[in-house]
C-alpha cells in the first residue's frame, strides 16, 4: 500500500500524487464508495493492480469545506484589493470569521498596493491586522511576492475574494505555469463543468493552490455565537473570563471581551463586525 494526496478528480477517477512525486490515476474501492467518497485533498493509501489501481482507505480529515469539497485545507488567502473593488474590512473581517470557524489558518493578501499612495488608511488597516497577529502580505504590480510565495510552500490553500481582486493575476505572477494548468483543464472539461463541479489542486510555488474560491457566500446561518467567538483569533486570551460562562459578548456585564475592546487590546472595528454577525446569527429562525 502507498500513501498520497488526491490532487484532482474527473468523474469516477481520482489522480493520486504519492509522496515519491508520482501521479497515480486510480479508482475508488468498493467498500469505501458505500461510507464516504474521496474528495480533492484526501490523505488516501492506494494499491496498484493490473489494468487498474484502487483507493483502499482515506485518512481521518483534519477539515473540510463543502463548496467546493476539498479537505486538509492548510490555510485560506483573502485576496484583498486595495482599490477597484474597494478595501472594505468588514468583508474581510467577515472571511476570517467563515475560515476560523472551518478550522482553518487565515491569511490576508492586500493586492494592487501600487494603486495607492503611500499616506492611504488602508496602509493603517494592514498594520492593525498585523498588531492583531494576522499574516498579512503586500502584493502589486512590481512587488516583491517572496513573502507570499514562502508562506504556499507545502501548504494547501485555498484563494478567496472579490471578482476582479486579482486573484488570477497574482497566481499567474508567482507561477507562470498556473496559467496554462488551468486553460488546460477548463479546455479538457469544457467551461461550465469547470466552474461548478470541478476542484483540482495546482502546484505553486512548491506548494498545493485549490483551483476554485472557496467562502464565496456569506451565509452565517450555521453558526452557533459561542462557537463563532471561540474561533477568533483576537478573542482567544479573554475566553473563559467573563462573569458568567455562557458569555456570548454583547448585552452582558463583566464581559472579559468587552474590557478587551475598552482597552484597545482587541480592536473596536473587529469586535463591532463580530458583534453584528452574532445578531444576525440570534435573529435567524431556527432551524430543524
Ligand atoms: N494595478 C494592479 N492591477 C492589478 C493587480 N492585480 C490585478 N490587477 C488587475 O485587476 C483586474 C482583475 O484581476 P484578476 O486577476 O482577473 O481578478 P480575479 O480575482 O481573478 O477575478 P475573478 O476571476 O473575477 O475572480 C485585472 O484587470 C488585473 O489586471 C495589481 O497588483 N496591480
Ligand atoms: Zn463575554
Known sequence: ME??????????????????????????????????????????QVERFEGSN??????ERRNELRRPAIANVDQAIIVMSTLIPDYSPLLIDRLIFQICYANIQPILCVTKMDLIDADSWIHRSISEYRASGYTVVESGEGYDESALTALLKDKVSVLTGQSGAGKSSLLNRIEPSFHLHTQQTSKALGRGRHTTRHCELHPVAGGWVADTPGFSSLDFSYMSIDALAACIPDFQPYLGECRFKDCVH???????????????????????????????????????
Open 54 to 59: 484502487g483507493i483502499q482507505r482515506i485518512e
Open 3 to 44: 500513501k498520497g494526496k488526491i490532487i484532482k478528480i474527473i468523474s469516477n477517477q481520482y489522480d493520486v500524487r504519492l509522496e515519491s512525486g508520482e501521479t497515480l490515476r486510480c479508482v475508488a474501492m468498493g467498500k469505501l464508495r458505500k461510507r464516504s467518497s474521496p474528495i480533492v485533498g484526501d490523505y488516501v
Open 250 to 288: 454583547l448585552k452582558e456585564p463583566d464581559c472579559a471581551i468587552k474590557q478587551a475592546v475598552a482597552q484597545g487590546k482587541i480592536h473596536a472595528e473587529r469586535y463591532r463586525h463580530y458583534a453584528e454577525v452574532a445578531e444576525q446569527i440570534a435573529q435567524a429562525p431556527v432551524r430543524y
